[in-house]
């Protein structure tokens, strides 16, 4: 848009320069007579061109950086209208916009904090200039604006951030993204100065372990599936033998209790009812002495015992 306004700018005072000569023309060849105001125009159409080298537009986010034949001021344009000198002065342009530095295709071999070897690829880092140090960039750092974030710079920054954290947590991109965040921003400000480069966010799309690790979480986790049925079945068994436990006890307690009942409810002369209830009425066949020994009741009576007895 700048570019186009100081060549319409130049194209008008190109035509009026024209103009006068129009004029100096007519003057010699037509009318020498009448003299016409010729050199004005040459003057405007001068002054025209010379002010439509003298200003640059720079649009929102966007500063200055305003340089004198090569030598960086330290002071930074800001953006709208900035006058400068025709060829001795020039103004360059630093984007202060929010930028992408993407590592597509780079591969970042590092170690987890149990040295599981792990790649990093698709790496994207989002940052910002900030403003106020658009012209120490300018005059302090070549090629800034391909060579500021680099690949060496970022690529450690996440080999620290991964030594931090465990297999689990360094494919996390919840947590490893922060942390390559937090040491991305920690290395730019020891390289460039504190509240230079602004890092608002680090996207890492893949991270991968070897083949060999991928193996060890295999069996790992068939190790803990298995871990999990065993205690499942563990669990039942236990659950099962407290369950046969509590219906033993419970029929034991009932059996004690009726016992109990039954007890208090028997008396001398319910037992006495229960034993002549059982009693086929017969006379005991054998009976001790005080000798202690054992005779046969039934052969002293006889037949003619057992009739008396009748």
């Not at 170690?111 to 790496?123: A, D, Q």
Request: charged share 20%; hydrophobic share 35%.
């Amino acid at each position: 848009m700048e570019m186009v306004l100081n060549y319409i700018i130049m194209g008008c005072g190109v035509l009026i320069m024209a103009g006068g000569g129009y004029m100096t023309y007519l003057n010699v060849s037509k009318h020498p007579e009448k003299k016409k105001p010729s050199a004005v125009l040459y003057i405007a159409g001068l002054i025209v061109v010379v002010f439509s080298l003298s200003f640059t537009i720079i649009p929102t986010g966007y500063t200055g950086v305003l340089s004198t034949f090569g030598q960086i001021s330290d002071n930074t344009l800001p953006n709208g209208f900035n006058i400068r000198i025709p060829l001795a002065q020039q103004i360059s342009l630093v984007n202060n916009k929010q930028q992408d530095m993407v590592f597509e295709d780079e591969q970042i071999v590092s170690e987890t904090l149990e040295r599981n070897t792990v790649t990093f690829s698709g790496v994207t880092v989002t940052y910002q200039i900030n403003p106020e140090k658009s012209a120490w960039i300018a005059a302090n750092v070549s090629n800034y604006e391909d060579n500021l974030v680099n690949q060496s710079l970022v690529a450690s920054a996440i080999k620290t951030s991964s030594k931090t954290l465990s297999p689990v947590d360094v494919t996390n991109r919840s947590i490893i993204e922060p942390k390559a965040q937090e040491c991305v921003q920690v290395s730019l400000d020891q390289k460039y100065g504190e509240g230079t480069i602004k890092v608002n966010k680090v996207v890492i799309n893949n991270a991968q372990f070897d083949a060999e690790y991928d193996e060890k979480i295999a069996q790992k986790q068939q190790s803990q599936m298995s871990y999990e049925t065993q205690a499942i079945e563990n669990k039942k068994n236990i659950e099962k033998a407290e369950a046969d436990a509590k219906v033993k006890q419970t029929t034991a307690e009932a059996e004690a209790k009726a016992n109990q009942t039954l007890e208090k409810s028997l008396s001398k002369n319910v037992l006495t009812s229960k034993m002549l209830d059982k009693w086929n009425g017969e006379l005991p066949k054998a009976t001790g002495g005080g000798s202690g020994m054992i005779f046969d009741v039934s052969k002293l009576f006889g037949s003619d015992g057992e009739k008396a007895a009748e």
